[in-house]
Every structure is written in C-alpha cells, then in structure tokens.
C-alpha cells in the first residue's frame, strides 16, 4: 500500500508560479513511477508529468517548458514546478503512484494510487 498527500495548490494570478508537493509513505520501494495529473470539471483526468524510478520524465505537451517534476527521496517526497501559470491551468492536481497491490488471494502488479488532490486556481 502506498499512501500520498498532496500540498501546495492555490489561488494565484496569470504568469505565476506555484509548486505542488506530494509526500508518499508505506511500500515505498515498490512503486515503479510517480506523477502528477489534473482533473477539471466535467472532463476526465490528465496526465501533467510523469517519473519513473529509472528517472524517465514525461510531460504533456502543455506542460513541457512551463513545468517541473522532480523527487527528493530522501523526504519521500515528489514536486510539481509550474511556471507562467494561465487560467486553463485551473484544475484539481492529484499524485499518483503505480506499484503492486495484494488484497486478499488478488494481486495488482501495477496498481494506481492517489492522492486527494488539491486545487490550482489561476485567475486575474
């Protein structure tokens, strides 16, 4: 099981930054990538960026040049930078963690975890 929480977002004003944190703990060692999606209402959620533990960075295309991912592992810890921040940027942004799940006789090698989420909202 892994557990994460995530901290950071807020109102902020076009051309702004903001970082988002997400702390992770309990079978830590397991998870194969981590990363950051966001979710606005009425449409499904979306990848933002993601590392994996061999470091491949991915971003979506909005993201690349503006935002950062990065990981500090000795705090557990993995952080969104997001650069000139525009008010389509306005979304819920959720950590997630793949790694492997036992419940019970099942067995999910490649389970998706996630935080709560918290709110970026970009507005003048």
């Known amino acids: 099981q892994v557990q994460l929480v995530e901290s950071g977002g807020g109102v902020v004003q076009p051309g702004e930054s903001l970082t988002l944190s997400c702390a992770a703990s309990?079978?830590?060692?397991?998870?194969?990538?981590m990363g950051w999606y966001r979710q606005t209402q009425g449409k499904e959620r979306e990848m933002v960026a993601t590392?994996?533990?061999?470091?491949?960075?991915n971003y979506a295309d909005y993201a690349k040049g503006r935002f950062t991912i990065s990981r500090d592992n000795a705090k557990n810890t993995i952080y969104l930078k997001m650069d000139n921040l525009n008010p389509d940027d306005t979304a819920v942004y959720y950590c997630?963690?793949?790694?492997?799940?036992?419940?019970?006789?099942?067995?999910?090698?490649?389970?998706?975890?996630w935080g709560q989420g918290t709110q970026v909202s970009v507005s003048s």
């Open positions: 997630n963690a793949i790694g492997p799940l036992r419940s019970g006789d099942s067995y999910y090698p490649d389970y998706s975890f």
């Open positions: 590392l994996t533990s061999r470091n491949t960075i």
């Open positions: 309990g079978n830590l060692l397991s998870i194969k990538a």
